[in-house]
């Protein structure tokens, strides 16, 4: 919701609290990496992506978020 409201800030506190909370949820690594990526911070991005690979293989959209 926040990501729809231009919130990016407010959305990335509630990514963070959901990392924290489930560890090994990697949607949750991927759409940290798609803000990061939105906001120009490439390298968090790219961590975020491979975190995301790391922990489910199958997440297209991570690889090719780390492509961009």
Do not use: F, T
């Not at 939105?38 to 991005?45: K, Q, V």
């Amino acid at each position: 919701i926040h990501i729809r409201q231009e919130d990016a800030q407010a959305a990335l506190a509630d990514l963070n609290v959901g990392n924290e909370a489930a560890p090994n949820a990697a949607n949750l690594y991927l759409g940290r990496g798609d803000l990061y990526s939105m906001s120009g911070e490439w390298d968090r991005a790219l961590a975020d992506y491979s975190k995301a690979i790391q922990l489910d293989d199958s997440l297209a959209a991570a690889y090719a978020g780390r492509g961009l």
